[in-house]
């Protein structure tokens, strides 16, 4: 079955970001496996290439390259922070992609896989506009990142003690992005396996 890694930009707690990939991984868990990374599972100090040969860094950023490795999409829920993706989550693809650089035994653990861009913000934009950011980012390693993205400005107006209840226009337009990156998904999930058929 198709595995979706769904990853949030935010640290905080309450994000609406990480809320919101609570809420499409709803309308997704029906059709694939869903592979959530917490914040609190990340252990990485700010990228330093003079602490890449520290093993117990090497471990804990070896365990997250197979988290990206072994899944078929990304959903990546991020803020914006004055304007730019968050330091946390540029940190952690900053280590991920580096490690097939300093161990051979690795290699590009986002070359060619589908990223759906999420953003949820307090204000008028919707975080629309670090999507560039991110989107020039996963494409720099390797990354296939979908052309629509799914941007929430006001979130806290959407949020109510029963999770979010978004008006039935909103609601459709990210069903209907959603369904197309579920699309490209099963397509890599299958090229995949057709891949270690042939091997």
Known sequence: MTKILLLSGSQRAESFNSK?????????SYRCVIDTLEPQQVKLPIFDQDLEGSPALVAQVAWLHERFRSCDGIVVASPEYNGQITPYLKNIIDWVSRLAYVDSRFQNPFLDHPVLLCSAS???????????QLRSLFAYVGGLALGDAVCLPYAQNAWTELGYMFDPVFEAQMAATVERFMALTD????SRVLQAMAQ
């Open 20 to 28: 919101l990939l609570d809420h499409m991984a709803q309308g997704m």
């Open 122 to 132: 307090t204000g008028w934009s919707g975080g629309a506009v670090a999507i560039p």
């Open 187 to 190: 397509a890599f999930s299958k």
